[in-house]
């Protein structure tokens, strides 16, 4: 079905759903980033303590994260009966809101208490957008691949995630030289969050001139609008799995990706500039992975792919870490640990995307993998931050963020390993493996 599609068609889609995750990962990324100056103003009262105020901020952003899930349930569930392409535009639209609203909002020392929730609000409008968000984008653009090209065609979501980190990475550390540290602190935070309204509104120009997926129109008029419920019932399994599947890449993204600036800062009293040299570094071995580990598994499979990563994630973390904590440790050692760290993490990023959407037939694609990639990101992501750093404060251990890493990339091994070898060779599946049964169907009387 798709093999007849124009060129053109596909770049539009391809386009169109990279933009939206550059938006929500650059906006990620930036809170990540920036969560010691976000704790300065929003959560640390004068004379407050700074690493419970960096606690808070995780926190927060952590909360976010729990919100995916309904986020992908609620547009997951539009996705799959209204369409892709008006369900992204409505998710986008959230997005660029909310994240635009986080550079305008007044902080502690304006409003007091109140800071500190209004900016809870604001990243919770964030999670339920980001919830919808990736099951639309890789949904659009696995349903108009060419055949043997879908691990291609998803690794440009995770692609233009690491973009999106590296944008705002980009951004925190040039605001940081131009303006100082000071100044900062002061406002120079709020231009990145403002910077997303002009980036929003190209992307909404992009996604008004996208066309529906071959096969939701297909799908649609063959199963008629209310048959993802019923559908979805049947896949909660394969949510499950799925979510158990992309563990690893989800800790191990966000420790190396999001989380690494304050712990350099917080436990390794590395410089702020530093930090964020270090992490763009890391973002940059991630990026230079994720495409050609999603070119390999549309040739080798998803699984041996897949599954190299896992293990070099629980296998590498203790070594990448103790490098960094080495003193004696050159720059240029340091830069290459944490430009392995971010590869290792793209090699189950680059085919992660097309693995999902194998894994769910059309009419409940957009919610499944929504799912699937949002309860694995709200307990292994959201909670990377919160749960280094209240660890490492209760117990004085730098090496927490290797335990985190190694359990949970052994943890997805095990998953991984129900991966079938032959599924990047298929079509994407139209219809549910088992069928439910037409309750008006006679039954057949044993013989």
Aim: aromatic share 10%; with cysteine.
């Amino acid at each position: 079905m798709s093999a007849s599609l124009p060129g053109p068609a596909r770049r539009r889609a391809l386009l169109a759903g990279s933009v939206g995750n550059f938006i929500e990962w650059y906006e990620f990324g930036v809170y990540g980033f920036f969560a010691t100056v976000i704790a300065a103003n929003f959560f640390t009262p004068e004379g407050g303590s700074e690493v419970e105020g960096l606690v808070k901020t995780y926190a927060s952003f952590g909360l976010a994260f729990f919100f995916r899930p309904i986020g992908a349930a609620v547009f997951g569930r539009t996705g799959d009966r209204i369409g892709r392409r008006p369900t992204l535009i409505l998710v986008l639209l959230l997005m660029t809101g909310a994240t635009t609203l986080i550079g305008l909002l007044p902080t502690y020392d304006t409003v007091g208490a109140a800071a500190p929730w209004l900016l809870t609000l604001a990243r919770i409008l964030q999670g339920l957008s980001a919830g919808g968000e990736f099951g639309g984008a890789v949904s659009l653009m696995t349903e108009f691949a060419p055949p043997g090209r879908r691990g291609l065609y998803g690794a440009w979501q995770s692609f233009t995630v690491a973009l999106g980190l590296l944008a705002g990475a980009g951004t925190a550390a040039v605001l940081a030289t131009a303006l100082g540290e000071e100044a900062v602190r002061d406002w120079g935070w709020r231009v990145p969050f403002l910077l997303a309204l002009p980036i929003g509104l190209t992307a909404l120009w992009l996604r008004l001139r996208l066309e529906e997926t071959p096969s939701f129109r297909t799908t649609r008029v063959r199963t008629g609008p209310g048959g993802a419920a019923a559908g979805l019932r049947e896949t909660a399994g394969a949510i499950v799995l799925g979510a158990g599947r992309v563990m690893g890449w989800a800790a191990a993204g966000y420790t190396f990706l999001v989380v690494m600036p304050s712990y350099l800062q917080s436990t390794l009293d590395a410089s702020f500039q530093q930090a964020l040299i270090a992490t763009a570094v890391a973002n940059a071995g991630f990026a230079a992975a994720i495409l050609p580990a999603g070119l390999l598994s549309d040739r080798i499979g998803r699984r041996p792919v897949m599954l190299t990563g896992a293990a070099l994630v629980t296998v590498l973390a203790f070594p990448l870490l103790n490098l960094l904590q080495d003193p004696g440790s050159s720059a240029l050692l340091r830069g290459v640990a944490v430009f392995v760290a971010g590869a290792v993490v793209g090699l189950m990023a680059g085919p992660g995307p097309a693995m999902l959407a194998e894994m769910f037939p059309t009419r409940v694609r957009y919610t499944g993998l929504g799912l699937a990639y949002a309860l694995s990101n709200a307990v292994f992501s959201g909670c990377a931050g919160l749960i280094i750093t209240e660890a490492i404060k209760r117990t004085g251990e730098a090496d927490i963020p290797a335990y985190y890493v190694a359990a949970t990339g052994a943890l997805s091994l095990v998953a991984l390993a129900t991966l079938r070898g032959d599924t990047h060779r298929g079509t994407l599946r139209e219809e549910e493996r088992h069928p439910p049964r037409d309750e008006t169907e006679e039954e057949t009387p044993c013989a």
